[in-house]
């Protein structure tokens, strides 16, 4: 009786730690650090298309080709790996779009990763292409000429302006652009990026290159764990 008793308490023990994590991280790395990144259980076509991509190791070697201070860092044109100094970059694709996730609690505060896309009507993003928000502080006199102008008379919510008023962010991006996972540590890194010399295209006048990998499902749970996000 014992021993059964000690088999099935291992069993339960066992189905607990095989219990998958709640969110799927990713680490992404260049010569300026590392950054860690949630990515958001509400935008599910969007989390798992960077997740497949991220398997294939497409984005290794890829570039930041455009980095504006105070606003955002883009990457992930195919054809940034093998590019000349100086060509224009963005156009690279893998062949379809990811139709847009669009949702009111994510929004484009400091750290937010999101798809990059072009003028299409449905909004429907890059199938690779991404940024991640550098974004600045915003005033309550900013932020009302902002909906008055850029936002067309759209209210930002209340909770929301105070993120873009102490945290920061590019209020102007939502809804237009699908936000689908943040940065949860290594927010230096992107900094850092956004701040390099770059040419008139916004391209820096030196490459930096990225590396993105899948965090294990050990580290995700430990991560879930120490972060205690919402199911995202």
């Known amino acids: 009786m014992k021993r059964a008793f000690t088999l099935l308490l291992l069993i339960v023990v066992t189905a607990a730690w095989a219990k998958p994590p709640k969110n799927q991280y990713v680490r992404l790395k260049t010569s300026y650090g590392q950054c860690i990144i949630r990515l958001y259980n509400q935008t599910p076509k969007h989390r798992d298309n960077f997740i497949k991509l991220t398997k294939q190791g497409f984005y290794n070697g890829t570039l ?36 847009a996730e669009f949702n009111d609690s994510l929004f484009h505060k400091r750290g937010v990763l999101a798809a990059a896309r072009d003028d299409n009507p ?14 600045r502080r915003f005033t309550d006199g900013k932020l009302d000429t902002l909906e008055q102008t850029r936002l067309k008379g759209r209210k930002i919510p209340a909770w929301q302006r105070e993120w873009y008023k102490t945290v920061g962010g590019v209020p102007h991006l939502d809804q237009n652009y699908t936000a689908y996972g943040e940065v949860v540590t290594g ?3 992107v900094d850092l990026v956004a701040a390099v010399k770059k040419d008139e295209r916004d391209r820096p ?12 499902k050990k580290e995700c749970a430990q991560l879930d764990k120490i972060l205690k996000p919402d199911n995202r």
């Open 122 to 135: 449905a909004k429907a993003s890059s199938g690779c292409q991404f940024y991640i928000v550098e974004g």
């Open 205 to 216: 006048l030196q490459d930096v290159p990225m590396t993105v990998e899948l965090l294990s």
């Open 187 to 189: 927010l230096d890194m």
């Open 64 to 99: 930041f080709h455009r980095v504006i201070q105070n606003f955002m860092i883009q990457g992930g044109d195919p054809d940034s790996k093998s590019a000349k100094p100086g060509i224009e970059l963005g156009n690279g694709d893998v062949g379809y779009t990811v139709p």
